[in-house]
T-cell receptor, first 116, second 112 residues
Framework: GAGVSQSPSNKVTEKGKDVELRCDPISGHTALYWYRQRLGQGLEFLIYFQGNSAPDKSGLPSDRFSAERTGESVSTLTIQRTQQEDSAVYLC??????????????FGPGTRLTVL | AQSVTQPDIHITVSEGASLELRCNYSYGATPYLFWYVQSPGQGLQLLLKYFSGDTLVQGIKGFEAEFKRSQSSFNLRKPSVHWSDAAEYFCAVNQAGTALIFGKGTTLSVSS
């Protein structure tokens, strides 16, 4: 079946502009995660959605970052007033959401964001 | 706070030689541990995971990892490396059923 998909694959924007990144999880997966991968760094957790529960936003680095999810489907990560330090690969993952810490997260190919 | 350390930033191994990538974790409870691989331009692919039971776990592509509680380690091994194994490898631990905490990764180069 189809994996996690993300769009766009690449995004170049100017400092101060807003950007929206999209994630389509695997069908039936109730859990969805956003991570950020800056050059030479590991992945940093941003936000987590599980079903209809309130999202875990504890990883969002500033109030310029926000995310929404429509039911158990598409999610959009929005970065307002982008800064150069926002340049990174943004990865989305989904999981069945049924096994807690044992859940396997399946990752999309990422969106590479470059802020000029 | 939970953390994952991958001490080696970059490793070069000859094709056909054995491989061991190191991972140390800091986590108070029983850790749920994962190894992922990221090939250039690709998303992360799960190689293997450990939750409980047998401390030697087998994964895809001929990889295995051994959990050693006394050393807080979860090292990844492969007996014979192929050129196609060149990639970046990430060790991760799951906290509280939500986010994964990742190490900074080890880049593997394979020489012929």
């Amino acid at each position: 079946g189809a994996g996690v998909s993300q769009s766009p694959s690449n995004k170049v924007t100017e400092k101060g502009k807003d950007v929206e990144l999209r994630c389509d999880p695997i069908s039936g997966h109730t859990a969805l995660y956003w991570y950020r991968q800056r050059l030479g760094q590991g992945l940093e957790f941003l936000i987590y959605f599980q079903g209809n529960s309130a999202p875990d936003k504890s990883g969002l680095p500033s109030d310029r970052f926000s995310a929404e999810r429509t039911g158990e489907s598409v999610s959009t990560l929005t970065i307002q007033r982008t800064q150069q330090e926002d340049s990174a690969v943004y990865l989305c993952a989904s999981s069945r959401g049924t096994s807690g810490r044992a859940d396997t997260q399946y990752f999309g190919p990422g969106t590479r964001l470059t802020v000029l | 706070a939970q953390s994952v350390t991958q001490p080696d930033i970059h490793i070069t191994v000859s094709e056909g030689a054995s491989l061991e990538l190191r991972c140390n974790y800091s986590y108070g409870a029983t850790p749920y541990l994962f190894w992922y691989v990221q090939s250039p331009g690709q998303g992360l692919q799960l190689l293997l995971k450990y939750f409980s039971g047998d401390t030697l776990v087998q994964g895809i592509k001929g990889f295995e990892a051994e959990f050693k509680r006394s050393q807080s380690s979860f090292n990844l091994r492969k007996p014979s490396v192929h050129w196609s194994d060149a990639a970046e490898y990430f060790c991760a631990v799951n906290q509280a059923g939500t986010a994964l905490i990742f190490g900074k990764g080890t880049t593997l180069s394979v020489s012929s």
